[in-house]
């Protein structure tokens, strides 16, 4: 049975992240954190605010599950919201994501990766502007949502590698670098779609080292290379594959980063 399922990367917000549900349905919340922030409230860590927007949405009858992330850095963050939103996909359950409960960095990342996965991202409107005291801060986090008011961005397409393509490119970015041999690996353990074939002997002979990178390089690395997400360091005689930033960003769109 599908469910509804909402990604929130919190902050010191409590209305943000809680307010929507006043109109929105959900099955389950993923409240995505980080360690203490605030400078002017600085006894008040953000510790608080997820205990008390999960206290929240359970009174709600909303199952919560708290997921522990760096949200100061866009590419881990990338890297958590997609592995969520592939795996609740998989389940076939529709999901949102709440860009507004954190940062402007925060919600950049929270909206490339929705939009990258093609699902809902919704910003909230905080129409009663800013906590000007700690009691006001306790009761709705920095930012008041007096009327709820919030808008479902329309998702524009982000085109990142598929297949063989994107497994490569995860692999590559969590090693950095890698070497042919690396990805001739990868094809003997049957990790790469389309090149199986390569394991199979061709008229009872195996098939030749150049036939093989012939074809890692035309099927695999001529497209990443062109496209900006790798480069081709030449190391003696070995070619040593490294991610760039563009690449890095992919990985982790394209989620299992």
Do not use: W
């Not at 980080?34 to 927007?53: A, D, G, N």
């Not at 036939?211 to 360091?233: A, M, P, S, T």
């Amino acid at each position: 049975m599908e469910e509804i399922v909402h990604i929130i990367p919190l902050a010191s917000e409590i209305d943000m992240a809680v307010r929507p549900f006043d109109k929105m349905r959900a099955n389950k919340v993923y409240l995505l954190h980080t360690k203490p922030i605030s400078k002017e409230f600085s006894s008040k860590c953000r510790e608080y605010f997820l205990q008390e927007v999960k206290k929240r949405l359970e009174e709600k009858n909303i199952e919560v599950i708290t997921v522990g992330s760096e949200m100061s850095d866009p590419l881990p963050l990338l890297s958590t919201i997609s592995n969520l939103i592939v795996q609740e996909k998989k389940e076939n359950n529709l999901v949102y994501v709440n860009m507004s409960a954190s940062g402007k960095l925060t919600a950049v990342a929270s909206t490339f990766a929705a939009m990258h996965h093609d699902v809902k991202v919704y910003y909230v409107y905080a129409d009663g502007g800013y906590s000007k005291n700690e009691e006001e801060l306790l009761e709705h986090g920095l930012s008041i949502v007096n009327k709820l008011r919030y808008y479902i961005l329309t998702n524009f397409t982000i085109d990142t590698p598929t297949g063989a393509r994107s497994v490569f490119l995860t692999e590559l970015h969590k090693k950095e670098k890698m070497t042919t041999n690396d990805i001739i690996k990868m094809i003997k353990d049957n990790r790469l779609q389309g090149f199986e074939d390569l394991n199979e002997n061709i008229g009872g002979k195996q098939r030749t080292s150049s036939n093989i990178l012939v074809r890692i390089n035309r099927g695999l690395l001529d497209e990443l290379k062109h496209n900006g997400y790798i480069r081709v360091e030449k190391r003696g005689r070995n070619n040593i594959i490294v991610i760039t930033d563009k690449g890095k960003y992919a990985a982790c769109l394209i989620g299992n980063a």
